[in-house]
């Protein structure tokens, strides 16, 4: 008797690459929390994560880890660090007022994307 042998199928397996989805916030961005627990904190965007459409923002969502230390010299203990949540929870605070404001995109002369608040029309700038 022959033993079983499972052959693969010969249908083609896709490898799709994961959606980027459009964010409306970048790093270094100054933004509030509208939603959620966290809801009226304001912070800095310290990373954008674009695959999952989520952010990290300096002081909100903190969670603590426990963590233990890899080599004899490493340290170990509880770390506290700020968790990524969804973008859609955040909007951007306005550059003039101070205020949180939805944002449009426009083109430049040269080109180049700008960022508008719609509450007062002025650009945002993209923080290097």
């Not at 963590?67 to 550059?95: C, H, W, Y």
Request: aromatic share 4%; net charge positive.
């Amino acid at each position: 008797m022959k033993p079983l042998v499972y052959k693969k199928s010969r249908r083609e397996r896709r490898r799709t690459a994961p959606i980027r989805h459009k964010m409306h916030v970048a790093k270094g961005d100054v933004v509030r929390v509208i939603s959620g627990e966290h809801r009226g904190k304001e912070g800095k965007i310290l990373h954008v994560y674009p695959k999952k459409f989520r952010v990290v923002v300096e002081g909100v969502n903190l969670v603590k880890k426990h963590k233990r230390a890899t080599t004899p010299q490493g340290e170990s203990g509880i770390i506290e660090f700020a968790a990524p949540i969804a973008a859609s929870n955040v909007m951007l605070l306005d550059p003039k007022s101070g205020a949180p404001t939805r944002v449009r995109r426009r083109l430049d002369k040269d080109g180049t994307l700008e960022r508008i608040a719609v509450k007062s029309g002025q650009p945002i700038p993209r923080v290097r």
